[in-house]
């Protein structure tokens, strides 16, 4: 780490060449055997159902210079089960329920026990929505969620730990296909409402909300092939993110903000071979802002960027 002294936030900091001194690699590994079973069964035009049973031995390990090797294990039994009905053969309702096992990683540089291995945290997702093509080839999804978890962040001490539990309940809808047969678009949002029930009675609050997790995201994406454009294609990404929080106590909050991010694609041919110019361009309208890493951890946000390449199938 390199002190470049007092600067102010948005311009650039002079500082010396770094002088690098590497030293032996931390190594991470996960172990993980699963034995189960699962059946599934379908009724043609009316539906289907499916259950599964599995136990799981999972073993992480990290190993870090100059200091012990750190293992964590976990060996639960986790579980699913699915169904689906088809009253029509333009609508399909759904639910599921699902017990899975998700890796915590390890404690970020941000933590007083940085780089240590936190043991994997058993997880419950239960859903039900309905799928409706509005055409062969547009369809439509919405359903309802409900995520519970452990929550794992920074606790009042600055540790890295499991500090309590987490729910993420709300609903998604997304539309996908083709509009016109020159237009494709995928769009989607997530509404939910994160909440935090926290161990810590210093961190104990009313509507405690999880880090970086933000209650509105809503994202386009659309290609577009003209006619009288020939192999050439464009395409765009509108990204939206609601206010989010940055600290575990809710103490800092991130802005929202909007992103827009445009493309064009040019196909032609290099002998036999397939070829594309990619042309795309993020961050248009060079929106400023942070990034959370982790809880009083921040990144700047990308500024606008160019970039152009060509890819060919040999």
């Avoid at 470049?4 to 948005?10: D, F, K, M, Y």
């Avoid at 890295?160 to 296909?177: F, K, N, P, Q, T």
């Avoid at 386009?220 to 464009?234: E, I, M, Q, V």
């Amino acid at each position: 780490m390199i002190d470049s002294g007092e600067t102010r936030l948005g311009q650039p900091a002079e500082s010396g060449r770094p002088d690098y001194t590497f030293v032996q690699r931390t190594l991470d590994g996960v172990r993980q055997q699963i034995f189960g079973v699962a059946y599934e069964g379908r009724w043609l035009h009316r539906g289907e159902f499916g259950f599964g049973l599995q136990w799981t031995d999972y073993e992480k390990e990290v190993a870090q210079p100059g200091l012990p090797v750190a293992r964590t294990s976990s060996r639960p039994w986790l579980y699913n089960a699915t169904v689906a009905v088809t009253p029509t053969q333009r609508i399909a309702i759904y639910a599921s329920f699902t017990r899975g096992l998700e890796e915590s990683g390890v404690a970020p540089e941000s933590a007083v026990n940085r780089n240590q291995a936190l043991s994997a945290i058993p997880t419950r997702q239960a859903d039900m929505g309905i799928r409706l093509a509005l055409r062969p080839s547009l369809k439509l999804i919405a359903g309802l969620f409900d995520v519970r978890k452990p929550y794992v962040g920074l606790d009042a001490d600055g540790w890295y730990r499991e500090i309590g539990d987490v729910v993420h309940r709300g609903a998604e809808i997304s539309l996908a296909g083709a509009i016109t047969p020159r237009l494709d678009v995928a769009a989607g949002a997530v509404l939910q409402q994160p909440r935090v029930d926290a161990h810590d009675e210093r961190l104990e609050r009313p509507g405690l909300r999880p880090v970086d997790q933000p209650e509105r995201v809503l994202q386009l994406n659309a290609d577009w092939r003209p006619a009288r454009a020939g192999p050439w294609s464009f395409d765009t990404t509108i990204t939206y993110r609601s206010v989010a929080v940055a600290t575990t106590g809710n103490d800092v909050e991130l802005p929202a903000r909007t992103l827009v991010e445009v493309g064009a694609r040019y196909r032609f041919a290099i002998g036999r071979s397939s070829a594309m110019l990619r042309l795309n361009l993020e961050n248009l309208f060079d929106v400023f802002g942070f990034e959370s890493r982790g809880s009083g951890a921040y990144d700047v946000l990308p500024g606008r960027l160019a970039s152009a390449y060509v890819a060919v199938d040999w």
